[in-house]
């Protein structure tokens, strides 16, 4: 009876491991879409996975079921990544063999990385279909890789600044800028940001620092990017994509200007904080300008935001931005299933080319129409006015260059070179051994 | 902080007569026995064959590999291998590792030694009081943790900073400082488990021959090293492992609060490795990576058990 038992027990113990380990296959997303009332010979289950871009993940189990009305037998499920896992978590899919079907994301990641590496399909069917034609060159160029089209564009913006408007009135910096066309020299930057650090000193303003210079950790590196890349006009990379010039005179000009900054306490730079605590630090009025703004962020930080948050254009030598843009789309991983690719491919369809769906993503987004025919998706809505300034920015967005060769690479190499000209490396040094770097790792 | 689940030793127990295992018992019982004992045995087995020595096998094969994101582009040979020792941010890594392990080791197991001394001899719920205190940070979520710490750090709001009176000063931006507070988050979050060890090792040291020891004068410093130390010896060392492996695999702190920086002062090779599968796609470099640490940590148990044995 006692080796009964125990045999009884080893079994029970054998199948309670190996519930555990069939676990995975019904670890279910966070959430999904209704139930598919089609024959089950008929549907099509697709995995989607998004970063956080504005409320769309919020909001996605509307569109999935308004989805199902049209597509019954396509079943989708989602899961939210975040900025700080994802590629973490999307890297190991990867190699695990259980890559999502579908990803919401920008061309950095999907074209730039996954497209690059043969990971993804090739949408140029979805781009011919578009026989409107109305997706401006930049977007369309940005989406694609030696005519792959491996992303269909939904939303874009620019990734700006923001000043604290209030303590920038205290401080009387507000003349060093231009309210009308949210821009401003690098000259008048200098000045503002002095006029603030003065005001802090005597007590005028309630701000610990003017500004902080984070390089603490990826997160939001296009912020620093485009300060140093916009302070005298300089470039980051060469305009075929074959090399980083980040040590180029104008480049060496700016670092050696931010390094100046800091030194004389008109900026202060955080060796330890990443966009998301630089953000944290100006919604709580630590710091009086944010380097890494958008409507999203808008979004994310009003709540908390006892001031107006002022968005800007980043500083240039001419007063002329030139911004970063930001673009927000689908790419498909190519798992070898060619049903889940129409599946995918038809969700695209509804939600970046039905005028309602897709101008309600849009709006989830945060961000702007990629087509031009799609007009002012804002109009007549409460945000039309809060919108302005945003649409205000992407009459600057500059060339885009995210999609050079070692993108990826670089990206990880970035912030460490800031840590050390702040920490007191010479700057021509840290930039040349960071140039050397990325570029080794193109072509 | 991860936590081992290799169960503690047992106590020493006194010699017994040699006797043999299977002695009155007939070769069909010993038989139906052995199959009882490797049927008890087997989901353990399938699963530590399937999670850990096929991924070790893997491990060592892939460090030979030239392997990115593209899958397995050739083979790689001893490449891998020499260019980690070429590599100056690899280089930093090791010894930053070293210097945690150095650190954190001996100052977890002296202070939880300490503190177990103080509270084995209470009453029991004052005992479990402490015993749940100092497990808290065990038992509480790394990010959870993590989190207070970055906000105590904080150059501009920290709660050590308006303390310490020096407002501004970035702990964790500043590379001297930086590792420090690693080492020290590190040792809040690994003494709840040696300190309950020691708690029960300490009670079962054998009470009469310390009032014996006592009866013939000897003083608490020898009653501790020549009556109580021999015999907590083997959850010393248990405790010794359990620590410089979790010590060395440190990565969830640093990932969370400095990303390995400022300047590489806080990257470990673990979080080298992350970097390098991550962030450069750099799979068989960071597979050579990962055989050299295990190489590194079977080097250090070893010397534990040798010098801990030797005593």
Request: glycine share 8%; hydrophobic share 45%; net charge negative.
């Amino acid at each position: 009876m006692k080796k009964f038992l125990a045999l009884l027990l080893a079994l029970c113990m054998i199948f309670s491991l190996a519930a555990c380990g069939g676990s995975t296959e019904s670890a279910a997303p966070e959430s999904s879409a209704p139930s598919s009332t089609a024959p089950e010979g008929d549907t099509v289950d697709l995995v989607l996975w998004t970063y956080p871009v504005g409320t769309l993940a919020d909001n996605l189990d509307g569109v999935i079921a308004a989805f199902n009305e049209v597509h019954p037998e396509i079943n989708i499920s989602y899961e939210l990544l975040d900025y700080q896992n994802g590629d973490t978590k999307v890297t190991s899919a990867i190699q695990g063999g259980t890559a999502p079907d579908l990803i919401f994301e920008g061309p950095e990641r999907l074209v730039g990385n996954w497209g690059r590496n043969g990971l993804m399909v090739d949408l140029a069917d979805l781009w011919a279909e578009d026989a409107a034609g109305d997706i401006s060159t930049g977007v369309a160029e940005a989406s694609q890789l030696d005519g792959a089209y491996y992303m269909y564009p939904l939303s874009v913006t620019a990734h700006s600044m923001a000043i604290n408007y209030e303590a920038f009135e205290a401080a009387g910096a507000l003349q060093y800028i231009d309210e009308e066309t949210r821009t401003w020299t690098t000259d008048d930057f200098v000045a503002a940001m002095a006029a603030v650090r003065d005001a802090i000193d005597a007590g005028t303003i309630n701000v610990i620092t003017p500004g902080i210079v984070y390089c603490g950790a990826q997160g939001g590196d296009q912020g620093t990017r485009a300060l140093v890349n916009n302070l005298y006009s300089g470039y980051f990379t060469q305009e075929d994509g074959t090399a980083y010039t980040a040590d180029s005179e104008e480049n060496i000009k700016a670092l050696e200007l931010l390094k100046t900054m800091v030194d004389d306490g008109s900026l202060d730079a955080n060796l330890s904080f990443a966009a998301a605590d630089e953000l944290q630090a100006f919604a709580n009025q630590t710091c009086a300008v944010t380097f890494c703004w958008n409507y999203s962020n808008y979004v994310s930080y009003a709540e908390q935001t006892q001031f107006t948050p002022f968005v800007m254009a980043f500083p240039s030598d001419d007063g002329v931005p030139e911004l970063e843009m930001g673009m927000y789309g689908f790419g498909i991983f190519d798992n070898g299933d060619d049903a889940k690719v129409e599946a995918a491919k038809e969700f695209i369809r509804f939600v970046c080319n039905d005028a309602d769906t897709a101008a309600e993503c849009i709006r989830y987004t945060g961000f702007f129409p990629v087509h031009s025919d799609m007009g002012d998706v804002y109009e007549g809505t409460d945000e039309a006015e809060l919108k302005e300034p945003f649409a205000l920015m992407s009459t600057y967005l500059g060339r885009f260059y995210n999609l050079t060769d070692g993108w990826t690479e670089q990206c990880a190499l970035w912030w460490p070179m800031l840590q050390q000209i702040f920490s007191g490396t010479d700057i021509q040094t840290a930039v040349t051994d960071y140039v050397t770097q990325a570029n080794a790792n193109i072509g | 902080m991860a936590q081992t689940t290799v169960a503690a030793p047992a106590e020493r127990k006194p010699k017994k007569p040699k006797r043999s295992q299977f002695s009155g018992m007939s070769k069909a019982l010993v038989r139906r026995e052995t199959i009882s004992a490797y049927l008890f045995l087997l989901p353990s087995l399938v699963f530590f064959i399937g999670f850990v020595v096929v991924p070790m096998v893997i491990c060592v094969v892939y460090s030979f590999m030239e392997y990115s994101m593209k899958g397995i582009e050739g083979f790689a040979g001893f490449d891998n291998y020499i260019r980690m020792f070429q590599d100056k941010t690899f280089i930093r890594s090791f010894w930053n590792t070293v210097f945690i392990v150095v650190v954190a080791v001996p100052t977890v197991t002296a202070f939880s030694l300490w503190v177990s001394s103080a509270i084995y001899k209470m009453k029991a719920f004052t005992r479990s009081f402490f015993r749940c205190v100092f497990y808290l940070p065990v038992v509480t979520g790394t990010v959870a943790v993590t989190v207070v710490w970055k906000w105590i750090f904080n150059a501009y709001y920290g709660i050590l900073n308006q303390v310490a009176g020096t407002t501004g000063f970035d702990w964790l931006g500043n590379e001297k400082t930086a590792i420090w507070c690693i080492i020290m988050i590190l040792f809040t979050t690994s003494i709840g488990q040696p300190i309950v060890l020691y708690v029960a090792a300490l009670g079962n040291v054998d009470k009469s021959l310390i009032e014996a020891a006592e009866v013939d004068g000897a003083t608490n410093f020898q009653v501790f090293w020549k009556i109580k130390w021999p015999q907590i010896m083997p959850t010393t060392l248990y405790i010794l492992v359990i620590t410089t492996i979790n010590s060395f695999q440190c990565f969830a702190l640093i990932q969370l609060l400095t990303s390995g920086g400022p300047n590489s002062s806080t990257t470990t090779i673990m979080y080298y490795i992350f970097d390098m599968v991550y962030k450069f796609n750099d799979f068989g470099y960071a597979n050579a990576m990962g055989v050299i640490l295990a190489l590194i940590i079977a080097v250090f148990s070893a010397l534990q058990f040798r010098i801990t044995k030797s005593n």
